[in-house]
């Protein structure tokens, strides 16, 4: 690969060099479109690389070479790192050295050849269907008690389990971005792309409720437009959101342990065990790929497998 067009070759640089850092992080977030949990996750991997080709006396860029990389990861491997962080951080040099050749800071990229570990294959913990119920069920019963905290979880639940949205989807959320006549609420998702997702007749109730009641109470000057507030009136954060679930899910026995995504994982697997395709269940978690919604396929077989061998008499 050549440098890109109009780019300046440089000398070699240092790593890790702060200048090289800012200017690659400005490729993840204005060129790459990357989340702030990428964009902080890649920038920190390339400081634990350049921690470790310092150690290995390697001081300068352009003398970086695929087994100094291999080792990089070797030795985390060795230290019991998991598949999903050797493939990340695999990942996040690969796409450093990719865009450093481009911009001519190195003469070639060491990365090409660089593998790492596939991902654990771990299947989500979900809900079935009838705990689904209940978890709302009680949650509206909490929002029975005039707190217009526990309306609010009501409404975050049933917009989650509803629409299958993130829990970063969710709390980014501002009141305009739904539309409660449609059943509609339009989120921000990875990537900075914007999706529309609908939500049902439970969901908008909840959110009719908290709008009209809940909301008006928590909301102060600095509230702005954020839908879900917490008590002092600032946008609620992912750690309430996550509180909230759990709070609600240790008052139903036998269901798994899970955070906020366990209800965006349910709302996909109930989806294909009702009749969705997986296109559009991938159009509606904000999938770039569908193999990322293959695994809930995964998910209803083994429940139809369990199902068999528990019914059939020739299982």
Do not use: C
């Amino acid at each position: 690969m050549t440098p890109a067009t109009g780019s300046t070759p440089v000398a070699a640089s240092a790593l890790p060099a702060q200048e090289l850092f800012d200017a690659f992080e400005q490729h993840l977030r204005v060129e790459k479109g990357r989340s702030e949990h990428t964009v902080r996750a890649y920038l920190g991997d390339l400081r634990d690389l350049g921690t470790h080709l310092s150690e290995q006396g390697v001081t300068d860029l352009g003398d970086v070479g695929l087994p100094d990389l291999r080792s990089w990861l070797g030795r985390m491997g060795a230290e019991g790192a998991a598949r999903s962080t050797l493939s990340r951080r695999a990942a996040a040099a690969k796409t450093f050295f990719r865009w450093a050749h481009r911009h001519g800071r190195v003469s070639q990229d060491p990365s090409l050849r660089l593998l790492a570990p596939g991902k654990d294959k771990h299947l989500p913990a979900v809900l079935r269907a009838p705990q689904a119920g209940e978890l709302m069920d009680l949650a509206g019963v909490a929002a029975d008690d005039d707190d217009p905290v526990h309306q609010r979880n009501r409404a975050m639940l049933e917009l989650l389990y509803a629409s299958g949205m993130r829990v970063g989807e969710l709390t980014g959320l501002d009141v305009d971005n739904v539309d409660l006549q449609a059943g509609t609420a339009r989120v921000l998702g990875k990537g900075a792309k914007e999706r529309i997702v609908p939500f049902g007749a439970p969901a908008a109730e909840a959110l009719q409720a908290w709008l009209a009641t809940g909301r008006p109470r928590l909301a102060t000057a600095s509230s702005g437009p954020a839908l879900f507030l917490g008590r002092r009136g600032r946008r609620v954060d992912q750690r309430q959101v996550r509180s909230s679930l759990q709070e609600l899910l240790r008052h139903l026995p036998d269901t798994p342990v899970m955070g906020p995504h366990g209800l965006r994982h349910s709302a996909a697997t109930h989806l294909l065990e009702g009749g969705a395709d997986l296109r559009t269940v991938q159009e509606l978690l904000g999938h770039a790929s569908l193999a990322t919604t293959q695994i809930y396929t995964h998910i209803s077989v083994d429940r139809l497998r369990a199902a068999y061998q528990q019914a059939h008499p020739r299982a």
